[in-house]
């Protein structure tokens, strides 16, 4: 289960990384972005504790602040079809287990990130660039 959250954390961060360039934010006045986690029927007694360190880099280094969104896994399908439904905010999703880049982008719960990249960032992700790419947006 850890593995998991840590890949789920660390494509996070390299999401934040990314948007970074375009979020010039201070410390004090942070971003707050919300991130979906997936768990599996149990709640992972050191979510909290991940959150909060992923903070204390997150915070200072790119001014976003990290708050986890735990989303079981039979309610994947659902629930950010609601949460987009009820204008409940959530920045970063996951996908791959239950849905798809695509599926997400044809229901529009998702928006591509193609304007926000640098040529340098995406000279950078090489050939990665085209998992995350839908027709012409990434």
């Known amino acids: 289960m850890k593995r998991r959250v840590l890949a789920g954390l660390m494509t996070g961060i ?3 990384g990314l948007l970074a ?18 768990t599996y ?14 903070n204390e880099i997150s915070v200072p280094e790119v001014g976003v602040r990290v708050h986890f969104v735990t989303v079981p896994i039979s309610e994947m399908m659902t629930k950010l079809p609601l949460m987009a ?15 798809t880049p695509a599926m ?10 193609t304007d926000y990249l640098s040529d ?5 992700a090489g050939a990665l660039i085209h998992a995350g790419t839908i027709g012409d947006d990434i």
């Open 41 to 54: 029927g149990f709640d992972d007694v050191d979510l909290q504790e991940v959150e909060d360190a992923v």
């Open 14 to 16: 390299m999401s934040i």
């Open 21 to 38: 360039g375009s979020v010039s934010v201070y410390a004090e006045d942070a971003y707050d972005m919300n991130m979906e986690i997936i």
């Open 104 to 113: 997400l982008a044809n229901q529009g719960l998702i928006q591509p990130m």
């Open 120 to 124: 340098a960032m995406k000279e950078k």
């Open 85 to 99: 439904a009820s204008n409940e905010k959530i920045d970063l999703v996951q996908s791959g287990l239950l849905t």
